[in-house]
């Protein structure tokens, strides 16, 4: 599987909202001890996680959220096919502290989608969402680019710490499903994740 993590490169990004999808591969390649590195050639950063003797990468692309199409496309081409692609990004429409993860679908405003679309030329890949529902008013450039509050980080940090496991049902078990909502992802959470996939009857199948 491609895994893929939205975001922008560069130090001012760090820890912003739109760089969501960083974290969520920062925290699986801390958990499993792999370090990125740059693939110039292919617009990003990439790792390779073995799991269960199965060789997945991990991408971060290099190319800025409106381009991270270009990077998709570079690794599609030289790696896999589209049916090994999983995104994992940003949502402003989900509350902090949900994820949603969906076999398929359209961009919905996230200009970081619609260019993996556009590039691409199909919108038939699973991905992961991580919610950053704004709070307040604030211009929303403006707030996709700035940091999680101290309160938002709190969530953050056990959505992030849970990844790890996430994925690796993910890639036990694969993806079928549609539209599922994961609420409220806190510490009761982070102990019994396969007993929630089964509650939710997560069965999927994207290997």
């Known amino acids: 599987m491609i895994?893929?993590?939205?975001?922008?490169?560069?130090?001012?990004?760090?820890?912003?909202?739109?760089?969501?999808?960083?974290?969520?591969?920062?925290?699986?390649?801390?958990?499993?001890?792999l370090e990125f590195r740059l693939e110039k050639k292919l617009q990003a950063y990439i790792c390779e996680y073995i799991y269960q003797n199965k060789k997945h990468l991990l991408v971060k692309p290099t190319t800025y959220m409106n381009n991270s199409?270009?990077?998709?496309?570079?690794?599609?081409?030289?790696?896999?096919?589209?049916?090994?692609?999983f995104v994992?990004?940003?949502d402003l429409d989900l509350q902090i502290g949900t994820i949603r993860i969906r076999k398929s679908g359209?961009?919905?405003?996230?200009?970081?989608?619609k260019s993996i679309i556009q590039y691409i030329g199909s919108s038939q890949f699973a991905r992961l969402r991580i919610g950053i529902k704004k709070e307040r008013e604030i211009d929303?450039?403006?707030?996709?680019?700035s940091k999680f509050s101290k309160k938002e980080m709190d969530i953050i940090v056990n959505i992030m710490s849970n990844m790890p496991n996430i994925i690796d049902d993910l890639l036990n078990n694969g993806v079928d499903i549609n539209n599922i909502k994961?609420?409220?992802?806190?510490?009761?959470?982070?102990?019994?994740?396969?007993?929630?996939?089964?509650?939710?009857?997560?069965?999927l199948n994207i290997k």
């Not at 993590?5 to 974290?23: C, Q």
Request: proline share 0%; hydrophobic share 40%.
């Open 3 to 33: 895994i893929v993590g939205l975001g922008n490169v560069g130090k001012k990004y760090e820890n912003t909202h739109h760089n969501a999808g960083f974290l969520a591969l920062d925290s699986i390649a801390k958990a499993n001890q």
């Open 69 to 85: 199409g270009i990077a998709v496309k570079l690794i599609l081409d030289y790696k896999k096919s589209i049916d090994d692609l």
């Open 88 to 90: 994992i990004y940003d």
């Open 106 to 113: 359209l961009a919905g405003g996230h200009n970081g989608i």
């Open 140 to 145: 929303t450039i403006s707030y996709v680019l």
């Open 182 to 203: 994961l609420c409220n992802v806190t510490s009761e959470y982070e102990n019994d994740i396969k007993r929630m996939f089964k509650m939710f009857n997560i069965s």
